[in-house]
């Protein structure tokens, strides 16, 4: 039976759907049976409802051989085993049946609450009131002249109407114990498959529900990035007008502006000029969660950016008291990467440095060639992955502030995240630097990662392979 | 339910629902013991080792009314531990009425409240709905301490449209009356679906009547109700 055709717990239990050969095994029924036999010296045959012979202890009875000689006694025989399947006993009545003259079987009914399951044939056997073959009998060998009839006759087991009637409640009462147990263990195991079945498809269910709104919360997230790239562009159109009319206004091209007036003029370009960087930011970010940000991938040596990067944050550094220092490898092999993003990724690790370094610290930045195991990109198969080494770049960011704590470190790169978040926090920002950061990295295959410095600060640090890894 | 017009038999279910050892297996053997030898049959329990039901117990009864309208009841109990849920899904399936078993104790209050979420979620699984099922809640184990004083139980009761009855079913008390209360309001549920009177002559108060005899039950249907907690007026619960 296949797991669909399974029947349901009703079907066997109210429906009463299953036959004897479903709860008795056939060979433990035939040793039962014959065990039987062999104890009481009767002869056992059970039949299910469908006629099929479940066990059969009797061969031919050695009178049936005699009696087969004569012509007479042949088809005598032959009629037996028609009166035997015709009996139709009833619950707890059973049909005595004679097959030959003197000869007798009795039927009783196997049943279980109230349907019928099949029959079981005591027999052949004779009355034990009956000592002699009946006259009949000896009338169906009349040729043979009833030699060694008296004999076969004996050879049969005799019964009183009692002993049988107290065998069959014995082999009745056996076998509805059999029944019972091999019913029970037929539910167990249907009612195994088909617990099993309804988990499988109660998981089936979550399964899809969970598949379904991951579906919508990926379509979901499409459509914010969407609108933050819309709304990114609708706002930096009219700030530019507000920037470039206060540049105007300051040149003087409507006329002279007062000293005070101008302190104000300056004050909106100044915020106007950061609100711009805001929203780019944000553009930024949501052009790469979208990926419609292009990467411009040509062959770059890292020495170089450091190089820049530093230049470019000297003043900044100068200003806070901070010492920004290069420390690269000479002669590094080029990479391919787009050196406007890879900029753009060490500007803003090198600002978060500065601005959380405390004034006489220092932030140092370089760039060294190293090779790595591929195998911790995931995906397994570590023993032929660590064969592969890739070639990496890698930057690094040190320094001397107040360092990450390292439940904070696996979070610094989500969007929007602060480590302090409080209002009143010393340093400012949006918390979109690293996780533009992260995904600049991304694009370039690379890693970032964060670790401690020593003795006080953070390391931030980027590999960039020099060349595509195998696996993307 | 089914009914089979040929050979005039009626084989109802009924299910024994409740969190995990508040006694639903013990009801079931109570009334097994209870019920005399020709109605019925091999109680069947598919337990584990530790003797907690795995599948279900089954017991069989069987009662034959005046009309000559065999009627079989299948008695089930469902596993109560709440990783069987799937079990008790396909045990409560089909299901013509449900007997809750809950621990009186007041500390199992709660998963007393789930294990009644849980059953009325599974019956929703099978397009039934809790408010249209015939049911009887028993409070079990009354002979324990701490459990939740009559009064309180009679009160709650009196809210409700179920009758409610309370019983120490290792002992055998209230368990008849809880099963002839599950039977009556069952057959009343019947009786207005499939006019069983009409179509077999069928005598539902004469049946209940036999089947208390048969199960020792000395007093009428009437009695049966009256025996429930906080039962306002006789015949009226769960109409």
Same mark, same amino acid.
């Given at each position: 039976?296949?797991?669909?055709?399974?029947?349901?717990?009703?079907?066997?239990?109210?429906?009463?759907?299953?036959?004897?050969?479903?709860?008795?095994?056939?060979?433990?029924?035939?040793?039962?049976?014959?065990?039987?036999?062999?104890?009481?010296?009767?002869?056992?045959?059970?039949?299910?409802?469908?006629?099929?012979?479940?066990?059969?202890? =009797?061969?031919?009875?050695?009178?049936?051989?005699?009696?087969?000689?004569?012509?007479?006694?042949?088809?005598?025989? #032959?009629?037996?085993?028609?009166?035997?399947?015709?009996?139709?006993?009833?619950?707890?009545?059973?049909?005595?049946?004679?097959?030959?003259?003197?000869?007798?079987?009795?039927?009783?009914?196997?049943?279980?609450?109230?349907?019928?399951?099949?029959?079981?044939?005591?027999?052949?056997?004779?009355?034990?009131?009956?000592?002699?073959?009946?006259?009949?009998?000896?009338?169906?060998?009349?040729?043979?002249?009833?030699?060694?009839?008296?004999?076969?006759?004996?050879?049969?087991? !005799?019964?009183? !109407?009692?002993?049988?009637?107290?065998?069959?409640?014995?082999?009745?009462?056996?076998? *509805?114990?059999?029944?019972?147990?091999?019913?029970?263990?037929?539910?167990?195991?249907?009612?195994?498959?088909?617990?099993?079945? *309804?988990?499988?498809?109660?998981?089936?269910?979550?399964?899809?529900?969970?598949?379904?709104?991951?579906?919508?919360?990926?379509?979901?997230?499409?459509?914010?990035?969407?609108?933050?790239?819309?709304?990114?562009?609708?706002?930096?159109?009219?700030?530019?007008?507000?920037?470039?009319?206060?540049?105007?206004?300051?040149?003087?091209?409507?006329?002279?502006?007062?000293?005070? #007036? +101008?302190?104000?003029?300056?004050?909106?370009?100044?915020?106007?000029? #950061?609100?711009?960087?805001?929203?780019?930011?944000?553009?930024?970010?949501?052009?790469?969660?979208?990926?419609?940000?292009?990467?411009?991938?040509?062959?770059?040596?890292?020495?170089?950016?450091?190089?820049?990067?530093?230049?470019?944050?000297?003043?900044?550094?100068?200003?806070?008291?901070?010492?920004?220092?290069?420390?690269?490898?000479?002669?590094?092999?080029?990479?391919?990467?787009?050196?406007?993003?890879?900029?753009?990724?060490?500007?803003?690790?090198? *600002?978060?440095?500065?601005?959380?370094?405390? +004034?006489?610290?220092?932030?140092?930045?370089?760039?060294?060639? +190293?090779?790595?195991?591929?195998?911790?990109?995931?995906?397994?198969?570590?023993?032929?992955?660590?064969?592969?080494?890739?070639?990496?770049?890698?930057?690094?960011?040190?320094?001397?502030?107040?360092?990450?704590?390292?439940?904070?470190?696996?979070?610094?790169?989500?969007?929007?995240?602060?480590?302090?978040?409080?209002?009143?926090?010393?340093?400012?920002?949006?918390?979109?630097?690293?996780?533009?950061?992260?995904?600049?990295?991304?694009?370039?295959?690379?890693?970032?990662?964060?670790?401690?410095?020593?003795?006080?600060?953070?390391?931030?640090?980027?590999?960039?392979?020099?060349?595509?890894?195998?696996?993307? | 339910?089914?009914?089979?017009?040929?050979? +005039?038999?009626?084989?109802?279910?009924?299910?024994?629902?409740?969190?995990?050892?508040?006694?639903?297996?013990?009801?079931? #053997?109570?009334?097994?013991?209870?019920?005399?030898?020709?109605?019925?049959?091999?109680?069947?329990?598919?337990?584990?080792?530790?003797?907690?039901?795995?599948?279900?117990?089954?017991?069989? &009864? !069987?009662?034959?009314?005046?009309?000559?309208?065999?009627?079989?009841?299948?008695?089930?109990?469902?596993?109560?531990?709440?990783?069987?849920?799937?079990?008790?899904?396909?045990?409560? =399936?089909?299901?013509?009425?449900?007997?809750?078993?809950?621990?009186?104790?007041?500390?199992?209050?709660?998963?007393?409240?789930?294990?009644?979420?849980?059953?009325?979620?599974?019956?929703?699984?099978?397009?039934? &709905?809790?408010?249209?099922?015939?049911?009887?809640? =028993?409070?079990?184990?009354?002979?324990?301490?701490?459990?939740?004083?009559?009064?309180?139980?009679?009160?709650?009761? =009196?809210?409700?449209? *179920?009758?409610?009855?309370?019983?120490?079913?290792?002992?055998?008390?209230?368990?008849?009356?809880?099963?002839?209360?599950?039977?009556?309001?069952?057959?009343?549920?019947?009786?207005?679906?499939?006019?069983?009177?009409?179509?077999?002559?069928?005598?539902?108060?004469?049946?209940?009547?036999?089947?208390?005899?048969?199960?020792?039950?000395?007093?009428?249907?009437?009695?049966?109700?009256?025996?429930?907690?906080?039962?306002?007026?006789?015949?009226?619960?769960?109409?």
């Amino acid at each position: 039976m296949t797991p669909d055709e399974a029947l349901s717990l009703d079907q066997l239990a109210i429906e009463q759907k299953f036959e004897l050969e479903d709860l008795l095994d056939k060979g433990s029924l035939g040793e039962m049976c014959r065990s039987f036999e062999s104890l009481f010296e009767l002869p056992v045959r059970i039949y299910s409802s469908s006629g099929a012979l479940l066990a059969d202890t =009797q061969g031919v009875p050695s009178l049936y051989r005699y009696l087969e000689k004569a012509k007479a006694g042949r088809r005598a025989v #032959q009629d037996v085993a028609t009166g035997v399947r015709r009996a139709e006993p009833l619950p707890g009545a059973p049909v005595l049946i004679e097959g030959v003259p003197g000869v007798l079987y009795q039927a009783s009914l196997i049943e279980h609450e109230g349907r019928s399951l099949g029959r079981i044939i005591l027999g052949p056997y004779t009355d034990d009131s009956q000592n002699e073959p009946p006259a009949a009998l000896f009338d169906l060998v009349e040729e043979l002249a009833g030699e060694g009839i008296a004999q076969e006759w004996a050879n049969l087991p !005799s019964l009183s !109407s009692l002993a049988i009637g107290r065998l069959e409640r014995h082999l009745r009462a056996t076998l *509805e114990l059999l029944l019972f147990s091999g019913l029970k263990a037929h539910m167990a195991s249907h009612m195994h498959m088909a617990s099993v079945r *309804e988990s499988f498809r109660e998981l089936s269910e979550r399964n899809q529900k969970l598949k379904d709104a991951y579906e919508r919360l990926k379509e979901l997230d499409r459509l914010k990035s969407n609108f933050l790239a819309t709304v990114s562009h609708e706002l930096r159109t009219p700030l530019t007008s507000i920037i470039g009319y206060s540049e105007m206004l300051l040149e003087g091209i409507a006329g002279e502006v007062q000293e005070e #007036q +101008k302190e104000f003029v300056e004050t909106i370009h100044e915020k106007g000029e #950061q609100l711009l960087e805001l929203i780019k930011s944000l553009l930024d970010l949501s052009k790469l969660e979208s990926g419609t940000m292009s990467l411009h991938k040509v062959a770059t040596t890292g020495d170089a950016i450091v190089k820049d990067v530093v230049s470019t944050l000297t003043p900044t550094a100068h200003k806070k008291g901070v010492y920004l220092l290069s420390a690269s490898e000479a002669d590094l092999p080029p990479m391919l990467a787009d050196p406007e993003r890879m900029r753009q990724v060490l500007i803003n690790l090198t *600002e978060n440095a500065l601005k959380f370094t405390p +004034k006489g610290g220092s932030v140092t930045l370089s760039a060294v060639h +190293k090779k790595e195991a591929a195998s911790d990109m995931g995906g397994g198969g570590s023993v032929l992955m660590g064969a592969v080494r890739r070639s990496v770049i890698e930057f690094s960011v040190a320094d001397t502030g107040i360092g990450i704590s390292d439940a904070e470190k696996k979070r610094v790169f989500d969007a929007f995240y602060q480590v302090d978040s409080s209002s009143t926090r010393e340093a400012g920002g949006t918390g979109l630097g690293l996780s533009i950061v992260q995904r600049l990295v991304d694009g370039h295959d690379g890693k970032i990662s964060i670790e401690d410095n020593d003795p006080q600060g953070s390391v931030f640090i980027v590999t960039v392979p020099l060349k595509k890894p195998p696996t993307t | 339910m089914q009914l089979d017009f040929a050979t +005039k038999e009626m084989t109802i279910k009924l299910v024994y629902y409740g969190p995990a050892l508040s006694g639903k297996t013990t009801n079931l #053997q109570a009334l097994h013991a209870a019920a005399s030898g020709d109605s019925k049959g091999r109680l069947m329990t598919l337990d584990t080792r530790d003797d907690r039901t795995l599948f279900f117990d089954l017991l069989p &009864l !069987s009662f034959e009314d005046a009309s000559g309208l065999k009627v079989r009841l299948k008695v089930f109990t469902v596993p109560g531990q709440v990783i069987h849920s799937s079990t008790r899904r396909l045990v409560v =399936q089909g299901a013509d009425g449900v007997a809750f078993i809950a621990d009186s104790r007041v500390a199992e209050t709660e998963t007393n409240a789930e294990s009644f979420v849980d059953l009325r979620d599974n019956l929703e699984a099978h397009g039934m &709905l809790l408010g249209e099922m015939p049911l009887v809640i =028993q409070f079990n184990k009354r002979d324990l301490p701490a459990v939740r004083p009559k009064d309180e139980v009679a009160e709650m009761a =009196q809210a409700g449209r *179920e009758p409610v009855y309370l019983a120490i079913a290792t002992q055998g008390d209230g368990v008849v009356e809880t099963f002839l209360a599950l039977l009556y309001q069952t057959w009343k549920r019947l009786e207005k679906e499939h006019t069983l009177s009409e179509k077999f002559g069928f005598d539902g108060r004469a049946f209940i009547a036999n089947v208390a005899e048969k199960l020792g039950f000395q007093g009428s249907i009437e009695d049966v109700l009256a025996h429930a907690v906080g039962a306002t007026s006789l015949g009226e619960v769960g109409e």
